[in-house]
T-cell receptor
Framework: AAGVIQSPRHLIKEKRETATLKCYPI?????VYWYQQGPGQDPQFLIS???????DKGSIPDRFSAQQFSDYHSELNMSSLELGDSALYFC???????????????????FGPGTRLTVL | GIQVEQSPPDLILQEGANSTLRCNFS?????LQWFHQNPWGQLINLFY???GTKQNGRLSATTVATERYSLLYISSSQTTDSGVYFC?????????????FGTGTSLTVIP
């Protein structure tokens, strides 16, 4: 079965540079989530999108922005990178409750392999 | 926000042993999932279990939503079970839905 695709898998940037991470959800999934996992930490929710509109917002820094496009893929844009931004960035996708509720799997999230960002 | 705490934080098992991992949450949640993060960092879905009991092979899970906890049972553990186990919840806050991972249980299964 098709899974969530993230690119690139690894990224190395210098301080103050910008980075763009991409996420391609599972086909027919309409909701995308972004998470940040620092070394030895649990994943932290950043932001989510449903049907191309921002749905919920977590602890996303102001230097970061994200959007979901007409084909449902999403991009996380990160500017003025700091050393502390070095982390594993996960994208997840799900089928919104209204469509998935009938099979009792509303908002079950499936995660991509992650992008490992290193800021030097 | 909501607190999601897991216990034990670390667990070392002999291959073939059984174990129970616990996830406590401080408020009512809409959804709860269990994940296994393998040594390569992948987050693998184990259970989608906002309530009730489910079983999948050597793994089973129970969520008692009214008492705000969930349990993950691992039987006949194997070395490939090593990794970090997370529970994750969806919580309805005043500002919208929020998603929280627990603190994790790091499991090491030794041959």
């Amino acid at each position: 079965a098709a899974g969530v695709i993230q690119s690139p898998r690894h990224l190395i940037k210098e301080k103050r540079e910008t980075a763009t991470l991409k996420c391609y959800p599972i086909p027919r999934h309409d909701t995308v989530y972004w998470y940040q996992q620092g070394p030895g930490q649990d994943p932290q929710f950043l932001i989510s999108f449903y049907e191309k509109m921002q749905s919920d917002k977590g602890s996303i820094p102001d230097r970061f922005s994200a959007q979901q496009f007409s084909d449902y893929h999403s991009e996380l844009n990160m500017s003025s990178l700091e050393l502390g931004d070095s982390a594993l960035y996960f994208c997840a996708s799900s089928l919104m409750a209204a469509l998935a509720g009938v099979v009792g799997r509303a908002n079950e999230q499936f995660f991509g392999p992650g992008t490992r960002l290193t800021v030097l | 926000g909501i607190q999601v705490e897991q216990s034990p934080p670390d667990l070392i098992l002999q291959e073939g042993a059984n174990s129970t991992l616990r996830c406590n949450f401080s408020d009512s949640v809409n959804n709860l999932q269990w994940f296994h993060q393998n040594p390569w960092g992948q987050l693998i879905n184990l259970f989608y279990i906002p309530s009730g009991t489910k079983q999948n092979g050597r793994l089973s899970a129970t969520t008692v939503a009214t008492e705000r906890y969930s349990l993950l049972y691992i039987s006949s553990s194997q070395t490939t079970d090593s990794g970090v186990y997370f529970c994750a919840v969806e919580f309805s806050a005043n500002t919208g839905n929020q998603f929280y991972f627990g603190t994790g249980t790091s499991l090491t299964v030794i041959p």
